[in-house]
Nanobody, 123 residues
Framework: QVQLVESGGGLVQAGGSLRLSCAASGRTFNSVTMAWFRQAPGKEREFVAS???????DYADSVKGRFTISRDYAENTVSLQMNSLKPEDTAVYYC?????????????????WGQGTQVTVSS
């Protein structure tokens, strides 16, 4: 059974940092794109960052320069280092893998999802 399990969320003050991790099990995702999305209350799920099998990365404009996505091929994990956090970063963050059905920027393209981890940034 394929599983993606996120960890590392929590409450942090504006300007602080958090590191999210996503552990994959059931199969290896080393040859596919993995990504982070987030969903704030009352809003649609939105793209945050992605990392290709090659290590190339993409970021939403809202997080560029503050967030860094990385992956550990040996551990089958992907991480999101979040610095200079803002209250508007508050959301549930989801790990996703293998956008086989379309653009890596679209949540509808992904077949595999984690359960989400809450990130709350206080002002």
């Amino acid at each position: 059974q394929v599983q993606l399990v996120e960890s590392g969320g929590g409450l942090v003050q504006a300007g602080g940092s958090l590191r999210l991790s996503c552990a994959a099990s059931g199969r290896t995702f080393n040859s596919v794109t993995m990504a982070w999305f987030r969903q704030a209350p009352g809003k649609e799920r939105e793209f945050v960052a992605s990392i290709w099998w090659s290590g190339s990365t993409d970021y939403a404009d809202s997080v560029k320069g503050r967030f860094t996505i990385s992956r550990d091929y040996a551990e089958n994990t992907v991480s999101l280092q979040m610095n200079s956090l803002k209250p508007e970063d508050t959301a549930v963050y989801y790990c996703a893998a293998d956008p086989r059905r379309g653009s890596r920027l679209s949540s509808s393209s992904y077949d595999y999802w984690g359960q989400g981890t809450q990130v709350t940034v206080s002002s």
